[in-house]
């Protein structure tokens, strides 16, 4: 299907809001790179209060991005302009783009900073433009930043399927009944790095056939757990898929360990916790920082072991898609 343009034209700004994602099923590897298509099929939660909003308009000589403050690093800058060209082809324009994003939380400690940035790119540089994509388009317009702003686009639990068809590979929700009831304490371990390395040498693993081969079962239990509302299988296999992605990654070329000590204690929690009662699974995506995903009813409990040992807690829940805002950056 055709992006639908509207009547008018503008280069008024243009703002979006989007959560990030906390992988569930996680990938790394591309089977596409042009296109940025996964290797394989990924299912994850937005998780909110935290949030990007990103201000666009298309009233400059050159395309220029900041995020909170500062101007964006060099492959950032490539992967946005490749969501802007896009746009500026599909709506008949020339024009460079402003770009001006915020975050409520950090950037590059696998708390899926990424997904957000891209989704609220895409939706507001779309409206900036005088596009008005389906959420479909929306959520492939945003994979080309980064796949996991495909699922961010769609909120709540998503999954993105990997079709060599790129109008197909986007987000799908899944459906979920125990979304009130879920809780995320965050276990604030700073450790900068950057997502794409693990995509270019995990692929190289010896251990990643063995896991493309069992992905799909996997993406089954999982969407059947989400649906049926079942916490202890959702969340357990997010926990076990932390653990077989960190040894793909860490058995690649480059044998990359992205987890520092902080990062193992807060799985000792976790499953000391689980031990006593308590239901609440570690899960953590590429980055040292890790969620402790638990349940209104223990999640006093939860937070106070990882503050006990010393380590900065935020709580968020699931969050929904991307939407605009009238709240303008610029």
């Known amino acids: 299907m055709a992006l639908a343009r509207l009547h008018r034209r503008t280069s008024m700004p ?53 995020v909170d403050g500062d101007p964006i690093d060099e492959e950032g800058f490539e992967r946005a302009q490749t969501v802007l060209d896009i746009v500026r082809e599909r709506a008949g324009i020339d024009t460079g783009a402003r770009v001006v994003s915020e975050n409520t939380f950090e950037s590059n ?4 900073a990424s997904a957000s940035a891209f989704a609220a790119l ?32 769609v909120g709540g639990f998503a999954h993105l399927r990997s079709r060599n068809n790129s109008a197909e590979c986007v987000g799908e929700p899944v459906p979920a009944g125990f979304e009130e009831d879920i809780r995320i304490v965050i276990g604030s371990v ?4 950057y997502t794409s390395r693990a995509h270019a040498e995990t692929p190289a693993s010896p251990y990643f056939p063995a896991r493309l081969a069992g992905i799909h079962e996997r993406a089954a239990d999982l969407r059947a757990a989400i649906r049926a509302g079942d916490f202890d299988t959702t969340f357990g296999i997010a926990e076990r898929d932390s653990l077989e992605l960190l040894a793909v990654t860490m058995t690649g070329p480059g044998s990359w360990l992205y987890w520092n000590p902080g990062t193992l204690e807060l799985l000792e929690i976790a499953r000391e916790l689980r031990e006593s009662g308590v ?3 570690f899960s953590a995506d590429t980055g040292a920082t890790a969620y402790l995903n638990t349940t209104a009813a223990d999640v006093d409990a939860v937070r106070a072991a990882v503050e006990e040992a010393g380590i900065e807690t935020r709580t968020w829940r699931v969050g929904g898609g991307v939407r605009a805002s009238d ?3 610029f």
């Open 122 to 153: 895409a939706h507001a540089a779309s409206a900036a433009a005088g596009l008005d994509p389906t959420e479909r388009e929306l959520s492939e317009l945003a994979r080309r930043g980064a796949a996991s702003a495909a699922r961010s686009v």
């Open 14 to 66: 243009a703002t979006a809001i989007a959560h990030p994602i906390q992988g569930l099923l996680k990938y790394h590897g591309l089977r596409d790179r042009d296109r940025n298509i996964p290797a394989h099929d990924s299912i994850s939660v937005c998780t909110a209060p935290s949030r990007t909003t990103t201000t666009v308009a298309f009233d400059a000589r050159a395309d220029s991005v900041t």
């Open 279 to 281: 239901q609440v699974y």
């Open 109 to 112: 400690v696998g708390l899926g």
């Open 190 to 193: 700073p450790s900068h790095k």
């Open 327 to 329: 709240d303008h950056l």
